[in-house]
């Protein structure tokens, strides 16, 4: 089992910057692919970024440019930088790590909450 702690959300106004981490532990390896997921009230769940355990990065559309993810393999740690924010932005924000690829779990967090606002 692998279990997954979002921290760092929280209220932010137009143009300010948040960082997200999610703290793993129990069975993780720097072989899971980890990713940032969000969900808006109403709205289905999409992905935000992804990055593998080689350090390749993928982003959605939305954030490009914006959002940074990073992940720190000695602390099981992944990051994700958040700059210009825009009230688009508030979600729930969920961590995920994915193993399947190498026959494990896909694991989620429980979430944290990001609201852009004035």
């Known amino acids: 089992q692998v279990q997954l702690v979002e921290s760092g959300g929280g209220l932010v106004q137009p143009g300010g910057s948040l960082r997200l981490s999610c703290a793993a532990s129990?069975?993780?390896?720097?072989?899971?692919?980890m990713g940032w997921y969000r969900q808006a009230p109403g709205k289905s769940r999409i992905m935000v970024a992804a990055?593998?355990?080689?350090?390749?990065?993928a982003y959605g559309d939305s954030v490009k440019g914006r959002f940074t993810i990073s992940r720190d393999n000695a602390k099981n740690t992944v990051y994700l930088q958040m700059n210009s924010l825009e009230p688009k932005d508030t979600a729930v924000y969920y961590c995920?790590?994915?193993?399947?690829?190498?026959?494990?779990?896909?694991?989620w967090g429980q979430g944290t909450q990001v609201t852009v606002s004035s």
């Open positions: 990055i593998t355990s080689g350090g390749s990065t």
């Open positions: 995920n790590a994915d193993g399947r690829a190498a026959g494990w779990g896909d694991y």
């Open positions: 129990g069975s993780i390896s720097s072989d899971y692919a």
